[in-house]
């Protein structure tokens, strides 16, 4: 535990959404019926039917597309190398669909404040739609309304823009029927640190324990693939975390080099910055989160497909001062 309890942790972040805006807006147009009829007839035949692991759906997927849980209640669909274009699926309860303009108005502004209803047309005819821009990119929040509600957020390039393919495959979205009418117990538990202000819904095999003071450990072997926790005071030098984190990393680093990027996946590490190198045994990753809960979050991993849990159990960290 010792020789991984001193990865230092730079932050993660995500911004949990704005606050809902109190004023009424007029929904945009229901989506035109001849549009909907227009894209069945241009649909590929080369899907590939793919069922959700995470919530009882299946889709059907264009060529190099894949589906992967993100987080309880949330898959996301993207492209194998075009992966800053995704498209998250949320299912909502029935009773959603009453509040549904409300709901898609407070996701858009969370995104932009320049959010505005979306004047074109989609292939489902009960739908509540908003675009807003970020700098480059285009964030499309697609409320569907109907028996079966549900959120769909397309984030894609305002002049690479692939909201009509994801659009094509989000049409293909079929609920499955679970054997009992009881939603299936999570397959977590819920951590609360007696180190540091915060709890977290920890997945079933991982452990979390404190390691050091103002610093938790969630790990499914200390030896191989572990998250360090540490919160982080609103009024810290920023400046000083971020050059810290290059730092570590860099000096973890087999060569020397560190990937500097900006997270865009997520609801509460969106938006974090996040130090990233590859290192004898696998990889290390410290996420720098300066909005919701400050936090900086180091991971290591020796495969790829041990970062997804560690990234599903930071979006449940939350500061419970």
């Not at 959700?52 to 889709?59: A, E, G, L, P, V």
Request: hydrophobic share 35%; proline share 5%.
């Amino acid at each position: 535990m010792k020789q991984r309890s001193k990865l230092l942790i730079c932050a993660a972040a995500v911004a949990t959404l704005l606050s809902a805006c109190n004023e009424q807006t007029t929904a945009p147009a229901k989506q035109p019926v001849e549009h909907k009829q227009e894209t069945k007839e241009q649909t590929p035949q080369n899907f590939t039917p793919v069922e959700s692991t995470n919530q009882s759906f299946t889709i059907s997927l264009l060529p190099a597309f894949t589906l992967e849980a993100e987080e309880p209640g949330k898959d996301v669909v993207m492209h194998e190398s075009e992966q800053d274009q995704w498209m998250r699926i949320e299912l909502l309860p029935k009773e959603a669909k009453d509040q549904m303009e409300t709901y898609a108005k407070e996701r858009a502004m969370a995104v932009s404040e320049q959010a505005t209803p979306f004047e074109g047309s989609l292939p489902f005819e009960d739908a509540i739609v908003y675009e807003a821009p970020v700098d480059n990119d285009i964030v499309y929040i697609v409320g569907v309304t109907g028996d079966e509600p549900m959120f769909l957020t397309v984030f894609t390039k305002k002049e690479d823009n692939w909201l009509n393919t994801f659009m094509t495959m989000a049409k293909t979205i079929e609920r499955t029927e679970t054997e009992t009418s009881e939603q299936p117990q999570p397959s977590s538990f819920t951590y609360k640190s007696s180190n540091q202000p915060f709890q977290a819904n920890i997945l079933n095999g991982y452990m979390a324990e404190a390691v050091e003071p103002g610093k938790d450990m969630i790990f499914l072997d200390e030896e191989k693939a572990s998250m360090t926790v540490e919160l982080i005071d609103g009024g810290a030098d920023w400046s000083l975390i971020a050059e810290q984190a290059e730092q570590y990393v860099k000096a973890s680093s087999k060569d020397g080099t560190v990937e500097k990027m900006t997270w865009t996946k997520g609801t509460r590490l969106n938006g974090a910055d996040v130090y990233k190198s590859a290192i004898e045994s696998g990889e290390v990753y410290v996420f720098v989160v300066k909005n919701g809960t400050p936090m900086r979050l180091t991971i290591f991993v020796q495969q790829e497909n041990e970062l997804n849990p560690f990234l599903q159990m930071a979006e449940t960290i939350e500061r419970i001062d």
